[in-house]
C-alpha cells in the first residue's frame, strides 16, 4: 500500500512539472480583441452582433468540413453572424481552400506568429467560439458542433 502512495505522489509532482493549458475560455469570459497579422485577399469581416472564431489548418480534413457548415450557418443568419477563420497557414495554401466561402461575412486572419492561438489557449483545431459584440464567449467547442439553435438563441 506504502508503494502505490508513493508512485501515486511521484506522478502527481511529475505532471506539475508541465503546465496544463485548457484550450478554452470559461463562458462569459471577454477575449481579447482580434489583431490580425494579415486578411487573405484584404478582406476584413464586417461587422455582425455574433463572431465565430475558428481556429483552422489545412492540414487537418475535419477544419475542411468545418467551412461549408460554417457558410450554411452565416447565409441562414442574415448579418446576424461573420465567422472569422484563424489559421497559421500560409496564403498559398489556405487561399484555394476558402476561395468559395470568402466573404464580408466570412474572413480569414492570418495568425503565423500564433498570438492568437496562445492567446486562447488553443492547441489542437478545430476548435471554435462564438461570441458576442461585447466579445464575451457565448459557446464554445467544434465548430461542426455549433447549431442554428444556438446561434439563434445567443444573446
Same mark, same amino acid.
Given at each position: ?5 508513493? !508512485? *501515486?505522489?511521484? /506522478?502527481?509532482?511529475?505532471? &506539475?512539472? !508541465? ?17 490580425? =497579422? ?8 464586417? &461587422?455582425?452582433?455574433?463572431? +465565430? ?13 468545418? *467551412? ?6 452565416? =447565409? ?14 500560409? =496564403? ?17 486572419? !492570418? ?5 492568437? !492561438?496562445? &492567446?486562447?489557449?488553443?492547441?489542437? +483545431?478545430? /476548435? ?15 465548430? *461542426? ?5 444556438? +446561434?439563434?438563441?445567443?444573446?
Amino acid at each position: 500500500m506504502k508503494k502505490q502512495g508513493f !508512485f *501515486l505522489l511521484l /506522478f502527481v509532482w511529475a505532471i &506539475s512539472l !508541465f503546465p496544463l493549458r485548457a484550450q478554452n475560455a470559461a463562458l462569459g469570459q471577454k477575449v481579447p480583441v482580434i489583431q490580425a =497579422e494579415a486578411w487573405l485577399d484584404g478582406i476584413r469581416p464586417a &461587422s455582425a452582433p455574433l463572431t +465565430v472564431l475558428t481556429f483552422f489548418t489545412v492540414s487537418n480534413p475535419v477544419c475542411g468540413q468545418t *467551412l461549408e457548415h460554417l457558410h450554411r450557418l452565416t =447565409e441562414r443568419a442574415d448579418n446576424r453572424l461573420r465567422v472569422i477563420v484563424v489559421t497559421r497557414d500560409d =496564403e498559398a495554401k489556405i487561399a484555394p481552400l476558402m476561395a468559395p466561402y470568402l466573404s464580408p461575412r466570412m474572413a480569414v486572419a !492570418f495568425d503565423a506568429g500564433g498570438k492568437i !492561438f496562445k &492567446s486562447l489557449g488553443v492547441e489542437y +483545431v478545430p /476548435f471554435g467560439l462564438l461570441i458576442d459584440a461585447r466579445n464575451r464567449v457565448l459557446w464554445q467547442g467544434n465548430p *461542426l458542433r455549433l447549431t442554428e439553435k444556438i +446561434v439563434a438563441t445567443a444573446q
